[in-house]
């Protein structure tokens, strides 16, 4: 079937590391998208990707990378700058001239 | 800039009644509006958009919104909820360009009492 994926489901970081959340999508999506959700704030766009090799900031992208070699995958990396990582994670995808966005199921991030 | 405002956090009901979720939105273009359904630790799902046209537009699961340009809202109806209705429900906007990103309002956590 057709979709994105997400992985893993649930993260544990300890405070200082870097950890990378997974995002593949085989739906031939040109742009993918990383939102993070934090209760009562709704969803706030970390960083964007519209074609391969390219990426824009987001709302909220300090102590967040992300890289996009290739069409189908999209990895967000949450540095050790962030703050305060603790979030639920969202990765979605686009097609060119499309107005729908799909969603991946999410990863879990806590900092412990 | 497009900006959503979602005027209730939650919203209790009884099942069988009717519920309507409020979203107001404020944008300096043309946009396309969305609702997306959340339930526990799980992506969104789209349960309708307007685009253009007719202003009510159907959705999924019996739910319904109504685009009013005039008082910038697209608030979303059922008539009669389910226990199974029970999920964060979402309100966005994008700009109608190519490209244009998703904002989000921050969310209605519909509860459906027994």
């Known amino acids: 079937d057709g979709g994105i994926t997400q992985s893993p489901k649930y993260l544990f970081r300890k405070e200082g590391q870097n950890v990378t959340l997974s995002c593949e999508q085989n739906l031939n999506h040109d742009a993918m998208y990383w939102y993070r959700q934090d209760p009562g704030q709704g969803l706030r766009l970390i960083y964007y990707s519209q074609i391969v090799n390219d990426f824009q900031k987001g709302d909220i992208a300090e102590g967040y990378s992300v890289s996009r070699e290739k069409k189908e995958s999209f990895p967000l990396t949450v540095t050790s700058a962030q703050k305060n990582p603790t979030a639920f994670y969202l990765c979605?995808?686009?097609?060119?001239?499309?107005?729908?966005?799909?969603f991946g199921q999410g990863t879990r991030l806590t900092v412990v | 800039a497009q900006s959503v405002t979602q005027l209730d956090s939650q919203v209790p009901v009884f099942e069988e009644a009717p519920v309507e979720l409020r979203c107001n939105y404020s944008s300096s273009v043309s946009v396309y509006l969305f609702w997306y359904v959340q339930y526990p630790n799980q992506g969104l799902q789209l349960l309708l958009k307007?685009?253009?046209?007719?202003?009510l537009v159907k959705g999924i699961n019996g739910f319904e919104a109504e685009f009013n340009k005039s008082q910038t809202s697209f608030h979303l109806r059922k008539p009669s909820v389910h226990i199974s209705d029970t999920a964060e429900y979402f309100c966005a906007v994008s700009g109608v360009d190519a490209g244009n990103m998703l904002t989000f309002g921050g969310g209605t956590r519909l509860m459906v009492k027994p």
């Open positions: 979605a995808s686009r097609n060119r001239g499309s107005t729908e966005a799909f």
């Open positions: 307007y685009l253009s046209g007719s202003t």
